[in-house]
């Protein structure tokens, strides 16, 4: 899908980042891709499997850490490893990574985390530039997507050079912008590995053995240190010598437009730093100052070496730093001459926004509707479902990161909590750290419905495959289905319902709730994106409309209310036949038969 | 060279994607370093979406500042609207007739801005603005889906660029099978602009 290239013969081809960082992979000789979606991080191994898919292994693993670890295993046994994650992925992948410090491998090993600053699909706003620092390996930030391929390459390269694992970084910008890449050839690899390395001192990190590697870990930080010096990746841009700019990754772009005349300190490797290249810059130029979006990653190290420099107390450390911002807090600090804003015309107010609802068919919908009219507390979890917490339904109640549904609500019960709680979370994030919590709610004797949302896929970040579909990343896979397992994790009430049929959900979650332990409810539904085409659309008999808003309460696109309705608190309902697949909910939801599919209207026309 | 500006506008599941990975590659084809980054919202369908692209000797920054656009390509008037921002007087907008309507309204609890006040508002902003009925020439067309083509067919006649290079990128990113409804869509979409300027 990405590559076109043969057939017309161009050189440079219009690669996003994360296109690039898959086509880096190829070049870089990976033979092994692991990972779990999340955005912006998902189309890299997507990217793998459309035009790489017999060069390279890919895979989606059940999480981050089960990744890592598959990777590590590979790389020790002599394949080129790539990991990919989002930057919350990230802590889930870190202890997996902490030991690879380590260890190193045999094979080059290389994770890369792409960040999201912004937050355009994530829950926070962390800069994983940190865990660099922590983790003590060397950190790469590309800013266009031909940097995007060098780098993935050439953190191979220091990966194998070092014996370390290597940490590359984008963000949303770097991963989700297209630029023209020059594309290179493949490295040689390896066609069979094996025997494994029998090296136990080096890849057992029990404590006795982990004490000899710490040193030369340190060493080997030291080590990197120089490399930083002397490479390429890091570069000087001469300009005027009256402000000097050190930047990285995609502000690195930013910054060259808002500031042309300046000096550049262009930092390609971020950590370790070149400290001597860092204050050689420092005193070349009158004024230094770091751009930088979230943490003073950058900023902090460099005041550390008691050089003057300024960041974070002109730029902010939340959101985007996007030219604009950059170019108008440059100008209060001084730094540029102040732009007439070219903007003509008043931002207009008030524009109605295009919130993110549940799809017409979505097979969310039927539980969120019982539980908002239940009023009983929902501990969310990531996914499309987490739009239960909007309105109509404001039916969910905490969400905080992948799989945390199952364990705030054992938490809410061992609390003590009077009222009846349930957890509502998704096939794919059950899989990923779901069963462990309900094992602990099994094994604890706690209490509470853990709702398991079964769409059949990864829904939001793209529809990627999990445990439970039978298809993966390479084809027909072995699917693992939910009920058996949770009823051998020894979870007694268990009840498995459709989730377009509104009785059966309301009366599953009933008898979960009537449960003295803890209960599972599955609700089976594919996600509308990858099921079969829908059926027509469903109409309103106008005159059968008694304007009670029941239909209202299902917060579905299609269901709109008329235009023709005098009174808007009191509207009668119509069906937008472009958004309508026929799930039939609000036609079983409907208390005076007013809402039509196609059957029945064909037997009133008999 | 100049650098020029595009923008465009529009909701997920129109296509904008498609239209705007066309006029990149278009730019590339022309000879010009091009950059382009898309703000997307999660993949339940119905959110804004907003293309940047750029064309020029050397482009740094992937990104567009408010208030530089040239030319801005709009699936939908209320994305118009909500893409006033980076418009400045001498910005060239294309923009679609027909509406989506936000569940905000649909829902009864926001007001779709009337047809007037939409001209008003990109007309104080922009100095030229070209409405077209893409999607009612697209379900002419029978297939309201290559409304996006004709749109596209459109915004291509304010550009210095062969239509034959417009043709076999584009063709190039539809299964084969819709090569001909997609060709005689830009033909169909040039045809609206260029009648709409001698007019």
């Known amino acids: 899908m990405t590559l076109r290239r043969e057939e017309d013969g161009m050189s440079k081809l219009l690669l996003s980042g994360n296109e690039a960082i898959a086509r880096g992979a190829y070049e870089a000789g990976v033979q092994v891709a692991t990972g779990y979606p999340g955005t912006p991080s998902s189309e890299i191994l997507e990217a793998i499997a459309a035009d790489y898919k017999d060069a390279i292994y890919a895979e989606w693993s059940t999480n981050e850490k089960v990744a890592m670890d598959a990777a590590a295993g590979a790389a020790y046994s002599g394949r080129r490893s790539l990991v990919t994650t989002k930057q919350v992925g990230m802590n889930v992948l870190s202890d997996a990574l902490l030991y690879t410090v380590y260890t190193g491998s045999s094979a080059g090993l290389v994770v890369v985390t792409a960040d999201d600053p912004g937050m355009f699909s994530s829950q926070n706003e962390q800069d994983n530039r940190w865990y660099a620092k922590l983790a003590k390996i060397p950190l790469l930030e590309p800013a266009d997507s031909q940097e995007a391929k060098d780098f993935v390459v050439a953190a191979f390269h220091l990966s194998e050079q070092f014996d370390t694992p290597v940490l590359v970084r984008t963000t949303m910008r770097v991963s989700h912008s297209k630029s023209a890449v020059e594309l290179g050839e493949r490295m040689t690899v390896p066609k069979t590995v094996g025997p494994f390395v029998r090296d136990r001192e080096k890849y057992v990190c029990t404590a006795m053995w982990a004490k000899k590697r710490h040193p030369i870990v340190e060493q080997r930080l030291i080590d990197l240190g120089e490399w930083a010096e002397t490479t390429s990746l890091n570069r000087i841009e001469r300009g005027d010598r009256s402000l000097g700019v050190i930047t990285s990754g995609i502000t690195y772009m930013y910054a060259r437009e808002v500031f042309p005349n300046a000096s550049f300190l262009r930092l390609g490797m971020t950590y370790p730093l070149p400290k001597r290249a860092i204050r050689a810059f420092a005193d070349g130029v009158d004024r230094l100052i770091v751009v930088e979006e979230l943490d003073p990653f950058l900023e902090e190290s460099i005041r550390a070496m008691g050089i003057d420099v300024t960041g974070k107390d002109i730029y902010p450390p939340c959101g985007e730093l996007l030219p604009e911002t950059l170019s108008r807090l440059s100008a209060e600090a001084g730094l540029i001459e102040r732009r007439e804003a070219a903007v003509s015309a008043p931002p207009p107010v008030g524009l109605p926004q295009r919130t993110p609802v549940l799809c017409a068919g979505c097979p969310h919908r039927s539980t969120y509707y019982w539980l908002a009219q239940m009023k009983i507390p929902v501990a969310g979890d990531i996914g499309c479902y987490n739009l239960g917490c909007l309105p109509p339904f404001n039916a969910q109640h905490t969400m905080g990161c992948m799989g945390a549904s199952i364990g705030v609500l054992h938490g809410m019960a061992i609390a003590g909590l009077p009222e009846r709680a349930v957890a509502t979370i998704g096939d794919s994030t059950f899989f990923h750290s779901g069963m462990p919590a309900l094992a602990n709610m099994v094994h604890n004797r706690s209490r509470g419905v853990a709702i398991i949302m079964d769409n059949g896929t990864t829904a939001m970040t793209g529809h990627q495959d999990h445990p439970g579909t039978g298809w993966s990343l390479r084809g027909d896979a072995v699917r693992i289905p939910i009920e058996p397992l949770v009823r051998s994790i020894g979870v007694e009430t268990v009840r498995t319902v459709n989730a377009f049929d509104m009785t059966a959900v309301k009366a599953g979650l009933d008898e979960c709730l009537d449960a003295d332990g803890p209960s599972v409810l599955i609700t089976e539904g594919l996600c509308v994106q990858i099921s079969v085409p829908s059926s027509p659309a469903y109409t309103v008999a106008s005159d059968a409309c008694a304007a009670c808003g029941t239909c209202f309460r299902l917060g579905c696109p299609a269901i709109v209310k008329a235009a023709s309705t005098e009174n808007r608190d009191r509207a009668k309902a119509e069906i937008d036949a472009t958004l309508c697949v026929g799930c039939d909910l609000c036609r079983q939801v409907c208390p005076t038969g007013a809402i039509r599919g196609p059957e029945r209207r064909e037997e009133e026309e008999e | ?199």
């Open chain 2, 1 to 199: 060279m100049k650098v020029l500006n595009f923008l465009v506008a529009g909701v997920g599941g129109q296509g904008t994607l498609l239209a705007s990975d066309i006029l990149a590659e278009v730019g590339i084809r022309s000879g010009c370093d091009v950059k382009k980054s898309d703000v997307l919202g999660l993949a339940v369908r119905g959110g804004s979406v907003l293309s940047h692209v750029r064309w020029g000797e050397r482009i740094a920054s992937p990104v567009i500042e408010e208030g530089e656009v040239d030319c801005m390509l709009a699936f939908e008037p209320l994305e118009a609207m909500r893409a006033i921002p980076f418009l400045r007087r001498e910005s060239i907008v294309v923009c679609n007739t027909h509406p989506i309507v936000p569940i905000s309204v649909s829902s009864g609890d926001a007001r779709y801005p009337t047809r007037d006040e939409i001209e008003r508002a990109l007309r104080e902003a922009a100095s030229v603005v070209h409405f077209v009925d893409a999607t009612g020439l697209a379900a002419q067309l029978k297939n309201p889906r290559v409304a996006n083509v004709v749109l596209l067919g459109a915004f291509s006649t304010l550009l210095d660029v062969e239509p034959a290079l417009w043709e076999s990128v584009a063709l190039r990113r539809v299964p084969p099978r819709y090569e001909d409804l997609n060709r005689a869509a830009f033909r169909a979409g040039r045809t609206l602009l260029n009648r709409r300027e001698e007019a």
